[in-house]
């Protein structure tokens, strides 16, 4: 699968990449910054719970203990006491009521009990809440003459009493007169007076299935009286979700058992409310630090981008061939020690290039002179061979006339040559045209030296074919396939030069008897220098070859169809400008 980042432009990469950088790093510190917050929060509120609850101790505790001093002061009075040890139900009840109304809290309950738990006398507007039986006195005797505190239950209604036992001293042992129970009443007045205490925080007194008292709405306090004294509670879990942290405190009767919890209940409510504008803050804050940050980016990665532009413009000129341009040098850090470098690399490719132009120059006179050379040696063998004829002896004047006509052949081919040579050095080349193919086989037939020899020439060449190119090259490419093919049947033998038009060309076979071309030397007989002569320099071919590839068609070697000598295919490619053959 391809990197759909790998087709962006390097500007577009860079940008996106600090984007996405910038977002995770602010992303990973806001969530840090958040979790930092809830903590904190979190910190602060159980704290404010913790707060609470020592208020709420240290307030109930002000107010027991008033209750249990008071009851304990009665107890030990004597004229009480006399009060009591009279078993008059009226007196014990004026004594009682004289006392409490001096010492007690109007708010409380007031109860005297006597031995068997019988009501005597009920002090406090809400002592007709507490019924007697709801007192576990028997239960609670045998902790006598110790007293006894604790939460009773009656009902939906919740108490806390004082359960304080009066004496009489006797000879042998003490004995039960009364039993005085002090006590308040938990209604939502008392959860009100605890709020005060803790203004962020709610008190609720709850039972198994009863709300005794509770600054909650109802709808909350039924919520929450779902988990007391069970947290796994489905309700508890709903609870949490609404955003409340619950702090539980059990409510124990005289005897120690709990009949009751309070519920200390604080809100997140103002907590999530700056949590949320804490995220409404980091959001901003990260847009505006991405935007920067993208204009930052972008302003950086064009000031980096535009010295690698100007060398990618260098390095397309370069491309180009244009070696002389050179990147402007600023400063130096990385790019510009770059830019140096590139600059030196330009001028060495400038220098290699105007070393390698002298050496292909130099190469070029050498294969000109090493073609010159090859073609020179036919015509100078011939005229070297009839000079030699008309000065060994008289000759008759037929045979001085064709020596004569060879002759002069040959000074015209050598020349032609010369003059291929001039129009080379001046930069000119021989103008190309289209001519007869069978003409210029014709004129490469009569130029090679063939008398003297057994060797027969068959041409079956089409009149109408033309074709494209040079003819003096042309002419010369026919020449050495032939010189080559008579030298190489000093015996004798059959030369036969054929062609075959396609719809692409024109294939003109070469084709000889002699020993032939092993087929492993094909293609090396093309290479430079390679010969199987014991004189001459090998370049016949090469140069041949080169001559068909300049002209856009090629020259290969090919098995005989007659299944000995040798064979050569000289192919002539059809161009835009070729004319149609006449038929």
Same mark, same amino acid.
């Given at each position: 699968?391809?990197?759909?980042?790998?087709?962006?432009?390097?500007?577009?990469?860079i940008?996106?990449?600090?984007?996405?950088?910038?977002?995770?790093?602010?992303?990973?510190?806001?969530?840090?910054l958040?979790?930092?917050?809830?903590?904190?929060?979190?910190?602060?509120?159980?704290?404010?719970?913790?707060?609470?609850?020592?208020?709420?101790?240290?307030?109930?505790?002000?107010?027991?203990?008033?209750?249990?001093?008071?009851?304990?002061?009665?107890?030990?009075?004597?004229?009480?006491?006399?009060?009591?040890?009279?078993?008059?139900?009226?007196?014990?009840?004026?004594?009682?009521?004289?006392?409490?109304?001096?010492?007690?809290?109007?708010?409380?309950?007031?109860?005297?009990l006597?031995?068997?738990?019988?009501?005597?006398?009920?002090?406090?507007?809400?002592?007709?809440?507490?019924?007697?039986s709801?007192?576990?006195?028997?239960?609670?005797?045998?902790?006598?003459?110790?007293?006894?505190?604790?939460?009773?239950?009656?009902?939906d209604?919740?108490?806390?009493?004082?359960?304080?036992?009066?004496?009489?001293?006797t000879?042998?042992?003490?004995?039960?007169?009364?039993?005085?129970?002090?006590?308040?009443?938990?209604?939502?007045?008392?959860?009100?007076q605890?709020?005060?205490?803790?203004?962020?925080?709610?008190?609720?007194?709850?039972?198994?299935?009863?709300?005794?008292?509770?600054?909650?709405?109802?709808?909350?306090?039924?919520?929450?009286?779902?988990?007391?004294?069970?947290?796994?509670?489905?309700?508890?879990e709903?609870?949490?979700?609404?955003?409340?942290?619950?702090?539980?405190?059990?409510?124990?009767d005289?005897?120690?058992?709990?009949?009751?919890?309070?519920?200390?209940?604080?809100?997140?409510?103002?907590?999530?409310?700056?949590?949320?504008?804490?995220?409404?803050?980091?959001?901003?804050?990260?847009?505006?630090?991405?935007?920067?940050?993208?204009?930052?980016? !972008?302003?950086?990665?064009? $000031?980096? @981008?535009?010295?690698?532009? /100007?060398?990618?413009?260098?390095? %397309?000129? #370069?491309? =180009?061939?244009?070696?002389?341009?050179?990147?402007?040098?600023?400063?130096?850090?990385?790019?510009s020690?770059l830019?140096?470098?590139?600059n030196?690399?330009?001028?060495?490719?400038?220098?290699?290039?105007?070393?390698?132009?002298?050496?292909?120059?130099?190469?070029?006179?050498?294969?000109?002179g090493?073609?010159?050379?090859?073609?020179?040696?036919?015509?100078l063998?011939?005229?070297?061979?009839?000079?030699?004829?008309?000065?060994?002896?008289?000759?008759p004047?037929?045979?001085?006339?064709?020596?004569?006509?060879?002759?002069?052949?040959?000074?015209?081919?050598?020349?032609?040559?010369?003059?291929d040579?001039?129009?080379? !050095?001046?930069?000119?080349? $021989?103008? @190309?045209?289209?001519?007869? /193919?069978?003409?210029?086989?014709? %004129?490469? #037939?009569? =130029?090679?030296?063939?008398?003297?020899?057994?060797?027969?020439?068959?041409i079956?060449?089409?009149?109408?074919l033309?074709?494209?190119?040079?003819?003096?090259?042309?002419?010369?490419?026919?020449?050495?396939?032939?010189?080559?093919?008579?030298?190489?049947?000093?015996?004798?033998?059959?030369?036969?030069?054929?062609?075959?038009?396609?719809?692409?060309?024109?294939?003109?076979?070469?084709?000889?008897?002699?020993?032939?071309?092993?087929?492993?030397?094909?293609?090396?007989?093309?290479?430079?220098?390679?010969?199987?002569?014991?004189?001459?320099?090998?370049?016949?071919?090469?140069?041949?070859r080169?001559?068909?590839?300049?002209?856009?068609g090629?020259?290969?070697?090919?098995?005989?169809?007659?299944g000995?000598?040798?064979?050569?295919?000289?192919?002539?490619?059809?161009?835009?400008?070729?004319?149609?053959?006449?038929?």
């Amino acid at each position: 699968m391809k990197n759909p980042f790998a087709r962006m432009p390097l500007g577009w990469r860079i940008f996106v990449a600090t984007s996405i950088t910038v977002t995770i790093l602010f992303a990973a510190a806001g969530w840090g910054l958040q979790q930092y917050a809830i903590s904190v929060a979190d910190d602060n509120v159980r704290a404010e719970i913790q707060a609470s609850i020592q208020a709420y101790e240290a307030v109930w505790k002000a107010r027991t203990e008033v209750l249990s001093k008071t009851s304990a002061l009665m107890a030990g009075m004597s004229d009480v006491r006399s009060a009591f040890s009279t078993r008059d139900p009226k007196t014990i009840r004026d004594s009682a009521q004289e006392l409490w109304s001096r010492v007690s809290d109007s708010s409380a309950i007031f109860l005297v009990l006597d031995a068997e738990g019988h009501l005597i006398s009920s002090l406090g507007k809400d002592s007709n809440d507490l019924p007697v039986s709801a007192i576990p006195l028997r239960q609670a005797e045998w902790q006598f003459p110790r007293q006894l505190a604790g939460y009773i239950r009656n009902n939906d209604k919740l108490f806390y009493v004082v359960l304080t036992p009066v004496y009489v001293q006797t000879s042998t042992d003490p004995i039960l007169l009364d039993v005085l129970c002090a006590g308040l009443r938990i209604d939502r007045l008392v959860a009100s007076q605890l709020k005060q205490l803790g203004p962020r925080s709610d008190f609720a007194f709850l039972g198994h299935d009863a709300i005794f008292a509770s600054t909650l709405d109802n709808a909350t306090a039924r919520l929450l009286s779902q988990t007391a004294f069970s947290p796994q509670m489905p309700g508890a879990e709903r609870f949490r979700q609404k955003g409340f942290i619950v702090s539980q405190q059990p409510l124990k009767d005289i005897l120690g058992q709990p009949v009751a919890e309070l519920c200390i209940v604080r809100s997140y409510a103002n907590e999530l409310q700056s949590l949320s504008r804490l995220r409404r803050s980091l959001g901003l804050a990260w847009i505006l630090t991405v935007a920067i940050a993208l204009l930052v980016s !972008s302003y950086a990665t064009t $000031q980096l @981008l535009r010295p690698i532009k /100007l060398l990618d413009r260098a390095a %397309a000129e #370069v491309a =180009s061939g244009n070696y002389l341009y050179r990147v402007p040098v600023k400063g130096s850090n990385e790019l510009s020690r770059l830019a140096t470098t590139f600059n030196q690399m330009c001028q060495s490719i400038e220098q290699a290039q105007d070393d390698l132009i002298r050496h292909e120059q130099i190469h070029t006179i050498g294969r000109l002179g090493s073609s010159l050379v090859h073609d020179l040696r036919n015509p100078l063998a011939a005229i070297y061979g009839g000079a030699e004829l008309l000065v060994d002896g008289q000759l008759p004047p037929e045979h001085t006339r064709r020596i004569a006509a060879n002759i002069h052949r040959a000074c015209e081919r050598v020349q032609e040559l010369l003059r291929d040579l001039v129009n080379v !050095s001046r930069g000119q080349g $021989q103008d @190309l045209d289209f001519y007869c /193919l069978r003409e210029m086989v014709e %004129a490469a #037939v009569e =130029s090679v030296d063939s008398e003297g020899t057994q060797v027969r020439l068959s041409i079956e060449i089409d009149e109408t074919l033309e074709v494209f190119g040079e003819r003096t090259r042309i002419e010369r490419v026919f020449t050495n396939l032939l010189s080559n093919a008579v030298e190489a049947m000093p015996g004798g033998g059959e030369i036969s030069i054929q062609s075959c038009q396609t719809e692409t060309g024109i294939n003109v076979f070469v084709e000889d008897t002699g020993p032939g071309i092993p087929p492993d030397m094909h293609m090396d007989v093309f290479r430079p220098f390679v010969t199987g002569k014991r004189s001459g320099l090998g370049l016949g071919l090469a140069l041949s070859r080169q001559t068909m590839m300049d002209t856009g068609g090629r020259l290969i070697s090919m098995t005989p169809r007659r299944g000995s000598g040798a064979c050569f295919c000289v192919y002539f490619a059809k161009t835009r400008s070729t004319k149609p053959s006449l038929v």
